[in-house]
């Protein structure tokens, strides 16, 4: 409840976006380009943003430079319009400090991603957009199994590697934690921290190999723009990543393109790592650095309960020891219903098409079903190849119903090793991660 509250709070604090619309590179700005003050989040900004401010009330402010540092003309700071990220309109913002926001399944149910569309996690405050400049952006590869520690500005990555789009599923490793029991601490996203598109970039495996790996590496990882929201530059935001054969696999990118664009500028915007099938904490975002490791990467929310399950299953509600938690190193079997939306009403002579994804981390989906009876019963839906490995599969059904009433229609996929999603809920543990239940709607047949 005290939860709930809070939010509200927020959003009422914030709303800058109708207002800000026609000047979206100037409201990223000034809402995550620097750390702001919980008391003065009433509005507080860069002085120097004040010019745009004027332009986007339309007015010029004769007494700018008598307004307090920063301070957002009331006319703004006032609105009720709740908060959201320009350029990402559809999403559900569970949280804007740091930006949490989750695409509704309706919205993934085109066959990738839209950019607008694709989910935000920040666990920190993004490089401010004007501080991004691409031409002179550099990215270093070093480490202490890297043989020749070199840096590259995007250019010359494009340059000097061959270009490949892959399709990869981007799903957060605590997707769907709102439904696990008893809850867990983090952000309670429902199902739709998850995106599947097609990213461009260069292989990490050939820009490795250009510095030479030492033959002791076993682990890479890497090091972005963004600042903490503690302001403490002394630790990184996050800086997770990958066993070094994952990291070599074709599909893993360095990445400056989303679905034939830019990368949103919340999505790592000019550079980003991009591995599919592992929990997308491992896809550093605003990337400015890559390390080859000799042991296990131990950056940032690599130790501890972060991005951990415990290595043995445990009662639901156990306290588990650092020490008895292991990384996750894949993600799960996992679909979801991306048409209808639950809610609808449908007539009994009509068929309901039901359609939606299905992934299954480093393997693909073998079968996907659909029940209608809780459970009881499985109709066998339609399944679709996937553009290449680690991409997510389009599955439809067509659906009767036997008399008028309440239904729910539940999605099961399977992988190619047999492994099925749980109909309930998989074994708990303590930080909610790969809750992979089945996903399910509610139709009315009347
Ligand atoms: N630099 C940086 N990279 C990051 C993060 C971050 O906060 N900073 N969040 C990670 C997490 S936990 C997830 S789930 C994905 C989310 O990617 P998206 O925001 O593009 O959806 O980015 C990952 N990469
Ligand atoms: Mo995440």
């Known amino acids: 409840m005290k939860k709930e509250t809070h939010e509200k709070t927020q959003v ?3 709303g800058l976006h109708e207002a800000y619309a026609q000047d979206p590179q100037k409201a990223d700005l000034a809402i995550f380009g620097r750390e702001v003050d919980p008391i003065t989040r009433r509005g507080f900004l860069h002085k120097s943003s004040l010019l745009a401010m004027a332009s986007i009330l339309g007015a010029n402010i004769p007494f700018a430079s008598n307004m307090p540092g920063g301070i957002i003309p009331a006319l703004l700071a006032n609105s009720d319009t709740p908060f959201s990220v320009p350029g990402k309109d559809g999403l559900i913002y569970l949280n804007d400090r740091p930006v949490n926001a989750e695409t509704p399944p309706q919205f993934l149910d085109s066959p990738f991603t839209e950019p ?7 666990n920190g405050t993004p490089p401010p957009l004007e501080s991004i400049d691409p031409k002179t952006w550099k990215l270093e590869i070093a480490g202490e199994s890297c043989k020749k520690p070199k ?47 097609r990213w461009t970039g260069v292989r990490l495996r050939d820009v490795l190999e250009s510095c030479g790996i030492k033959k002791d590496a076993v682990y890479i990882g890497y090091y972005g723009a963004d600042l903490r929201l503690d302001g403490n530059t002394s630790k990184e935001v996050i800086s997770r990543g990958v066993p070094i054969a994952k990291a070599l696999e074709d599909e893993t990118l360095i990445a400056w393109e989303y679905e034939g664009q830019d990368i949103p500028y919340m999505n790592g915007y000019p550079l980003r790592l991009v591995i599919g099938g592992v929990p997308a904490s491992a896809s550093g975002k605003w990337l400015k650095k890559i390390v080859v490791r000799n042991k296990v990467h131990d950056g940032e929310k690599m130790n501890g309960q ?7 299953p445990v009662a639901p509600g156990s306290k588990v020891a650092d020490k008895d938690m292991c990384v996750i190193e894949n993600m799960v079997v996992k679909s979801l219903i991306t048409h209808p939306v639950s809610g609808i009403k449908s007539k009994l002579a009509n068929t309901l098409e039901v359609r939606g994804k299905a992934w299954a981390g480093d393997r693909s989906v073998k079968e996907m079903y659909v029940s209608i009876d809780f459970g009881e019963t499985w109709q066998k839906a339609k399944l679709k190849k996937p553009l290449n490995r680690l991409a997510w599969q389009e599955w439809s059904a067509s659906v009767k119903f036997p008399e008028t009433g309440y239904y729910e229609v539940w999605a099961r996929a399977v992988n190619d090793k047999g492994v099925s999603q749980p109909m309930v809920l998989p074994g708990w543990n303590p930080r909610g991660y790969l809750n992979n239940a089945c996903h399910r709607i509610a139709v009315e047949i009347i």
């Open 306 to 312: 972060s991005y951990r399950i415990p290595c043995k």
């Open 12 to 14: 009422k604090e914030v």
């Open 116 to 122: 607008k569309y694709f989910f935000i996690r920040n």
């Open 151 to 197: 840096s590259f500005t995007i250019d010359e990555l494009k340059k000097k590697f061959k270009h490949y789009t892959y399709a990869l599923v981007v799903e957060c490793g605590g997707n769907s934690r709102k439904e696990v029991v008893p809850a867990t601490k983090g952000n309670q996203w429902e199902n739709g921290a998850v995106g599947c598109g």
